[in-house]
């Protein structure tokens, strides 16, 4: 239960140290298939292959984790 406290705590610094710093990852949030809708006063963004492709990574990271596990 430890390890995996501190891992996710590590997970979480980084990902603070990112949005804190406005680091920027290229290809995220203007693949095809993110939805974003401007109109006057208004605006709509939904990344939905973004959210996917990050959902598909973050898996694959823990598959790997677990099989190296044991």
Same mark, same amino acid.
């Given at each position: 239960?430890?390890?995996?406290?501190?891992?996710?705590?590590?997970?979480?610094?980084?990902?603070?140290?990112?949005?804190?710093?406005? +680091?920027?990852?290229?290809? =995220?949030?203007? %693949?095809?298939?993110? #939805?974003?809708? !401007?109109?006057?006063?208004?605006?709509?963004?939904?990344?939905?292959?973004?959210? +996917?492709?990050?959902?598909? =990574?973050?898996? %694959?990271?823990?598959? #790997?984790?677990? !099989?190296?596990?044991?």
């Amino acid at each position: 239960m430890a390890k995996f406290l501190i891992i996710i705590g590590v997970i979480l610094v980084i990902i603070g140290m990112i949005l804190h710093f406005e +680091i920027k990852i290229p290809f =995220l949030g203007k %693949l095809p298939g993110d #939805i974003d809708i !401007k109109r006057e006063n208004f605006r709509f963004y939904f990344p939905v292959m973004s959210s +996917i492709i990050l959902s598909v =990574l973050l898996s %694959l990271i823990v598959f #790997i984790i677990q !099989k190296l596990k044991g």
